[in-house]
């Protein structure tokens, strides 16, 4: 397939796709890079989709039980449905600059619905903790926004500075990923802060409308008393506007007034539990594209699972060994094969037809294409894709003959340059974090305590996190009952 770029290439693969499973002659089976990368593409986003579909309304129950009305359950939904929508726009908008990275979609539904609910969430609570003070509606918005607005502000701005950090790493997927943080967390704030005010000063007191004592309205429930008893209890505990006093006696005020009563027999506990979900990193290990991502019965994975079984020299994309004369003179056929032989030395590699005089062959040239004499390219498949990084390390150490330059190309050392180029940024991009988050905090709050506070409570809880992961999708736990095949996590976790 023609193009200059992994984007452009798969809108080949797309419009070529359909002519391709139009072939006579027998039952077709598209496999390779392009289909599997299209086929992610098109998973996730339907997967992304129905999590919409679903996402909205589950999380507009869950707020009816917080809050105990329609109206008020609404507010933060309305808050995340448009800021997924506007977020999309700005990536929309954010492709004519340049590429964006099919996984921002994702970031933006997910981070963008679950940041915005929360934003509303402080909002409107803070909104009915006034009212239920005695404040008039005008004053209720305001001191809202003075607190609760405040709080939200200064979050998405601590989000954004902390997510600028990955832009020190090289990947451009990562930048794209970035953009989409951005955007659906700086909308999601600036929505909260204006759109939801303004809300909440045209409704006032009707925030908590269609609650639950609306069900009163139906005689079969209001007429049997067991009913009528629980929709009362459930009125009074959730639709009734309540005071920060009557917060603090309620449930939550009387769940933290226990745990700072014995802060250490929780805090110790829970850190040690942290501690040991940190334990399966150890085994933890990234990896480029790959059919295992997709569902077992995906015709993308099917046909590479064929090819693989019938063709097992092929299973994985090729390495390649670019020699170059240092002089720009002719490379020589005796020095492509003194590159052959270093190769060979190197074990793990594909032995075409078990005749090792095929092995690391000559890649030939495109019809059309222009030919370099000064460079030449030799090439071989790997047995073992999770053995890339060891074999790409052990041909870039082989010795060079002199007068020549030696290269390691292909898809898998792609891969793995991407990860190293991570892996070598990651202190940096630590260090950006660590300076910017802790300057932010300290001007907020006046502390370095707190700061550092918030950093090893960030460390443990990313730690644990990536360890579940690992524990779950490298080593395989749960991996019949979740219907997915252990494999490297994907680099852009």
């Known amino acids: 397939l023609k193009g200059d770029?992994?984007?452009?290439i798969l809108k080949h693969y797309q419009a070529a796709e359909p002519d391709?499973?139009?072939?006579?002659?027998?039952?077709?089976?598209?496999?390779?890079?392009?289909?599997?990368?299209?086929?992610?593409?098109?998973?996730?986003?339907?997967?992304?989709q129905r999590m919409e579909v679903l996402a909205l309304p589950l999380v507009a129950i869950v707020l009816f039980f917080v809050f105990g009305g329609v109206i008020a359950a609404s507010l933060p939904v309305i808050v995340g449905g448009l800021s997924i929508a506007g977020a999309t726009g700005i990536l929309q908008l954010t492709t004519?600059?340049?590429p964006v990275h099919f996984f921002a979609q994702p970031v933006v539904?997910?981070?963008?619905?679950?940041?915005?609910?929360?934003?509303?969430?402080?909002?409107?609570?803070?909104?009915?903790?006034?009212?239920?003070?005695?404040?008039?509606?005008?004053?209720?918005?305001?001191?809202?926004?003075?607190?609760?607005?405040?709080?939200?502000?200064?979050?998405?701005?601590?989000?954004?500075?902390?997510?600028?950090s990955l832009l020190a790493l090289p990947q451009g997927f990562v930048h794209s990923l970035t953009y989409a943080f951005f955007a659906s967390v700086g909308l999601a704030a600036l929505l909260s802060i204006t759109l939801l005010p303004a809300i909440l000063g045209v409704l006032g007191n009707n925030v908590d409308a269609l609650g639950v004592r609306t069900l009163y309205r139906i005689p079969f429930?209001?007429?049997?008393?067991?009913?009528?008893?629980?929709?009362?209890?459930?009125?009074?505990?959730?639709?009734?506007?309540?005071?920060?006093?009557?917060?603090?006696?309620?449930f939550w005020g009387k769940l933290v007034n226990f745990v700072m009563k014995r802060p250490l027999a929780f805090a110790i506990p829970i850190v040690i539990a942290m501690i040991l979900l940190i334990i399966p990193l150890g085994k933890l290990s990234f990896g480029g594209m790959s059919e295992k991502y997709l569902p077992p019965d995906n015709t993308a994975r099917v046909?590479?699972?064929?090819?693989?079984?019938?063709f097992p020299g092929f299973r994985t994309e090729k390495l390649t060994l670019v020699i170059k004369s240092t002089a720009d003179k002719p490379v020589t056929d005796q020095q492509v094969a003194d590159i052959r032989n270093r190769a060979m030395s190197v074990s793990g590699f594909v032995v075409p037809d078990d005749d090792p005089a095929e092995m690391?062959?000559?890649?030939?040239?495109?019809?059309?294409?222009?030919?370099?004499?000064?460079?030449?390219?030799?090439?071989?498949?790997?047995?073992?894709?999770?053995?890339?990084?060891?074999?790409?390390?052990?041909?870039?150490?082989?010795?060079?003959?002199?007068?020549?330059?030696?290269?390691?190309?292909?898809?898998?050392?792609?891969?793995?340059?991407?990860?190293?180029?991570?892996?070598?940024?990651?202190?940096?991009?630590?260090?950006?974090?660590?300076?910017?988050?802790?300057?932010?905090?300290?001007?907020?709050?006046?502390?370095?305590?707190?700061?550092l506070k918030a950093a090893v409570m960030s460390a443990l809880t990313i730690g644990s996190t990536m360890g579940i992961l690992t524990w779950m999708f490298v080593d395989g736990h749960g991996a019949g009952l979740l219907n997915f095949t252990p494999t490297p996590l994907m680099v852009v976790v």
């Open 5 to 8: 770029g992994d984007d452009t």
């Open 20 to 48: 391709l499973q139009k072939l006579d002659g027998g039952k077709v089976e598209l496999g390779g890079l392009q289909p599997i990368a299209n086929a992610l593409t098109g998973t996730i986003a339907s997967d992304q």
């Open 96 to 98: 004519h600059f340049g």
């Open 109 to 164: 539904s997910l981070i963008g619905l679950g940041i915005a609910i929360d934003y509303g969430l402080f909002v409107v609570s803070r909104f009915r903790e006034e009212i239920a003070e005695g404040y008039d509606t005008e004053a209720a918005v305001r001191r809202s926004v003075m607190t609760a607005g405040r709080t939200v502000v200064f979050s998405a701005v601590l989000i954004i500075v902390s997510c600028a």
């Open 221 to 250: 429930l209001r007429d049997w008393e067991l009913s009528n008893r629980v929709i009362g209890w459930f009125a009074e505990k959730t639709q009734k506007t309540k005071t920060r006093e009557e917060v603090e006696a309620g």
């Open 303 to 310: 046909a590479q699972e064929h090819f693989d079984q019938i």
């Open 360 to 451: 690391w062959k000559e890649r030939p040239y495109l019809p059309g294409a222009s030919k370099d004499p000064s460079v030449r390219v030799i090439e071989n498949g790997l047995i073992e894709r999770n053995d890339a990084a060891q074999k790409i390390k052990a041909l870039r150490s082989i010795s060079t003959p002199k007068g020549l330059d030696v290269l390691v190309g292909g898809t898998p050392a792609l891969e793995q340059d991407s990860i190293h180029a991570m892996v070598d940024k990651g202190p940096l991009m630590l260090v950006i974090l660590l300076t910017t988050t802790t300057l932010l905090m300290f001007l907020a709050f006046g502390s370095l305590v707190l700061p």
